[in-house]
Every structure is written in structure tokens, then in C-alpha cells.
């Protein structure tokens, strides 16, 4: 439902603020603005989305939890989504989104709202895995005789005769 609010809201407040401040400043001030902050953006974007994708590398290198890396980075593209939507208050948004502390905030904050379950691979293997048993890794080679006059193996499966099909060689 807050979905729903939120896309009604946003482009009536937009709309509401382009008049404010097109009655204030004029059009094309009020364009040229519009404009600049989306060009501020993109390169306020490019250069956070490189230190990001930095710190996710560094962080996977070093064996560290990427989590928070990652979360910086899907922020940043919101930020870079919300710059791109022309408006004042969506760029009051994206550029807020480009600042290192309020993402921190952002993710402190919806921190608080989910929950992590989370379960190594090699435990889980270990856990599903009944006493006694063990994982083999063998390699093989089929050694049947290519020659016509070769006998054939019965069929170890039960059932009818199986020798007549015709994916057998």
C-alpha cells in the first residue's frame, strides 16, 4: 500500500515544486537546474560506483563479508535511478543517496528491519550427510570392446529382455 502512496505522492510533489520554483525563478533557470543536478549526478554516480565496486573487490579478495559493499552499491543505483527522474525532490533524494554517511544510515536502518538466515555450504553437507558415509570422487573408463564378435553384457537391470533397443551399440 505505501508502494501505491509513494507513486501517487512523488510526481504531485514533483509537479508541486517545479511551479514553486518555476514561479520564482523562471523556466529556464528552473531547466538549467534541472540538468545540472542530473549532470552532477551521473558523475557524482560513475565516481561512487567505482569505489564501490572497489571495496566489494577488496572485500572478496580478503575472504571479509561483501554484504555491506553490496548494499552501498544497490544504493548507489538507486541514487543513480532517482537522479535520472527529473525533479526536484527525486535529485534532493539521489544526491542524499551519494553521501558515504547517509547510505550508512540507510542500511543501519533497514538493518534493523530484516532477518539473515544464512547456511555455509560445507556445514550443511556435513549436516545432511548420514554417520558413516562418505563423499568418493573416482574417475572412469569404458572398456567394452568395439568389435562386432564381442558378447554383450546382460543387462543388470530387472525387467524384459533389453538387448533389442536401439541405443545400444
Do not use: N, Y
Not at 523562471?26 to 560513475?46: D, E, K, N, Q, S
Not at 544497490?74 to 525533479?87: F, H, K, Q
Not at 572398456?143 to 533389453?162: H, K
Amino acid at each position: 500500500m505505501w508502494i501505491f502512496i509513494a507513486l501517487v505522492a512523488v510526481p504531485i510533489l514533483e509537479i508541486a515544486l517545479f511551479i514553486e520554483v518555476g514561479g520564482a525563478i523562471g523556466l529556464w533557470p528552473t531547466l538549467a537546474i534541472v540538468i545540472a543536478t542530473a549532470l552532477a549526478g551521473t558523475i557524482l554516480l560513475r565516481s561512487q560506483g567505482i569505489a564501490a565496486m572497489s571495496g566489494l573487490q577488496r572485500d572478496i579478495e580478503a575472504g571479509r563479508d561483501p554484504s555491506k559493499a553490496i548494499a552501498h552499491g544497490a544504493l548507489i543505483v538507486v541514487a543513480g535511478v532517482v537522479l535520472l527522474t527529473p525533479g526536484f525532490f527525486t535529485d534532493a533524494i539521489g544526491l542524499a543517496l551519494l553521501i558515504p554517511p547517509v547510505r550508512a544510515a540507510v542500511i543501519k536502518a533497514m538493518a534493523k528491519r530484516l532477518v539473515v538466515m544464512q547456511m555455509r555450504r560445507a556445514e550443511a553437507q556435513k549436516q545432511a550427510r548420514p554417520a558413516g558415509q562418505q563423499t568418493v570422487d573416482a574417475d572412469f573408463e569404458d572398456i567394452t570392446e568395439d568389435e562386432p564378435d564381442a558378447p554383450r553384457r546382460p543387462d543388470p537391470r530387472p525387467g524384459p529382455e533389453r538387448d533389442d533397443s536401439p541405443w545400444r551399440g
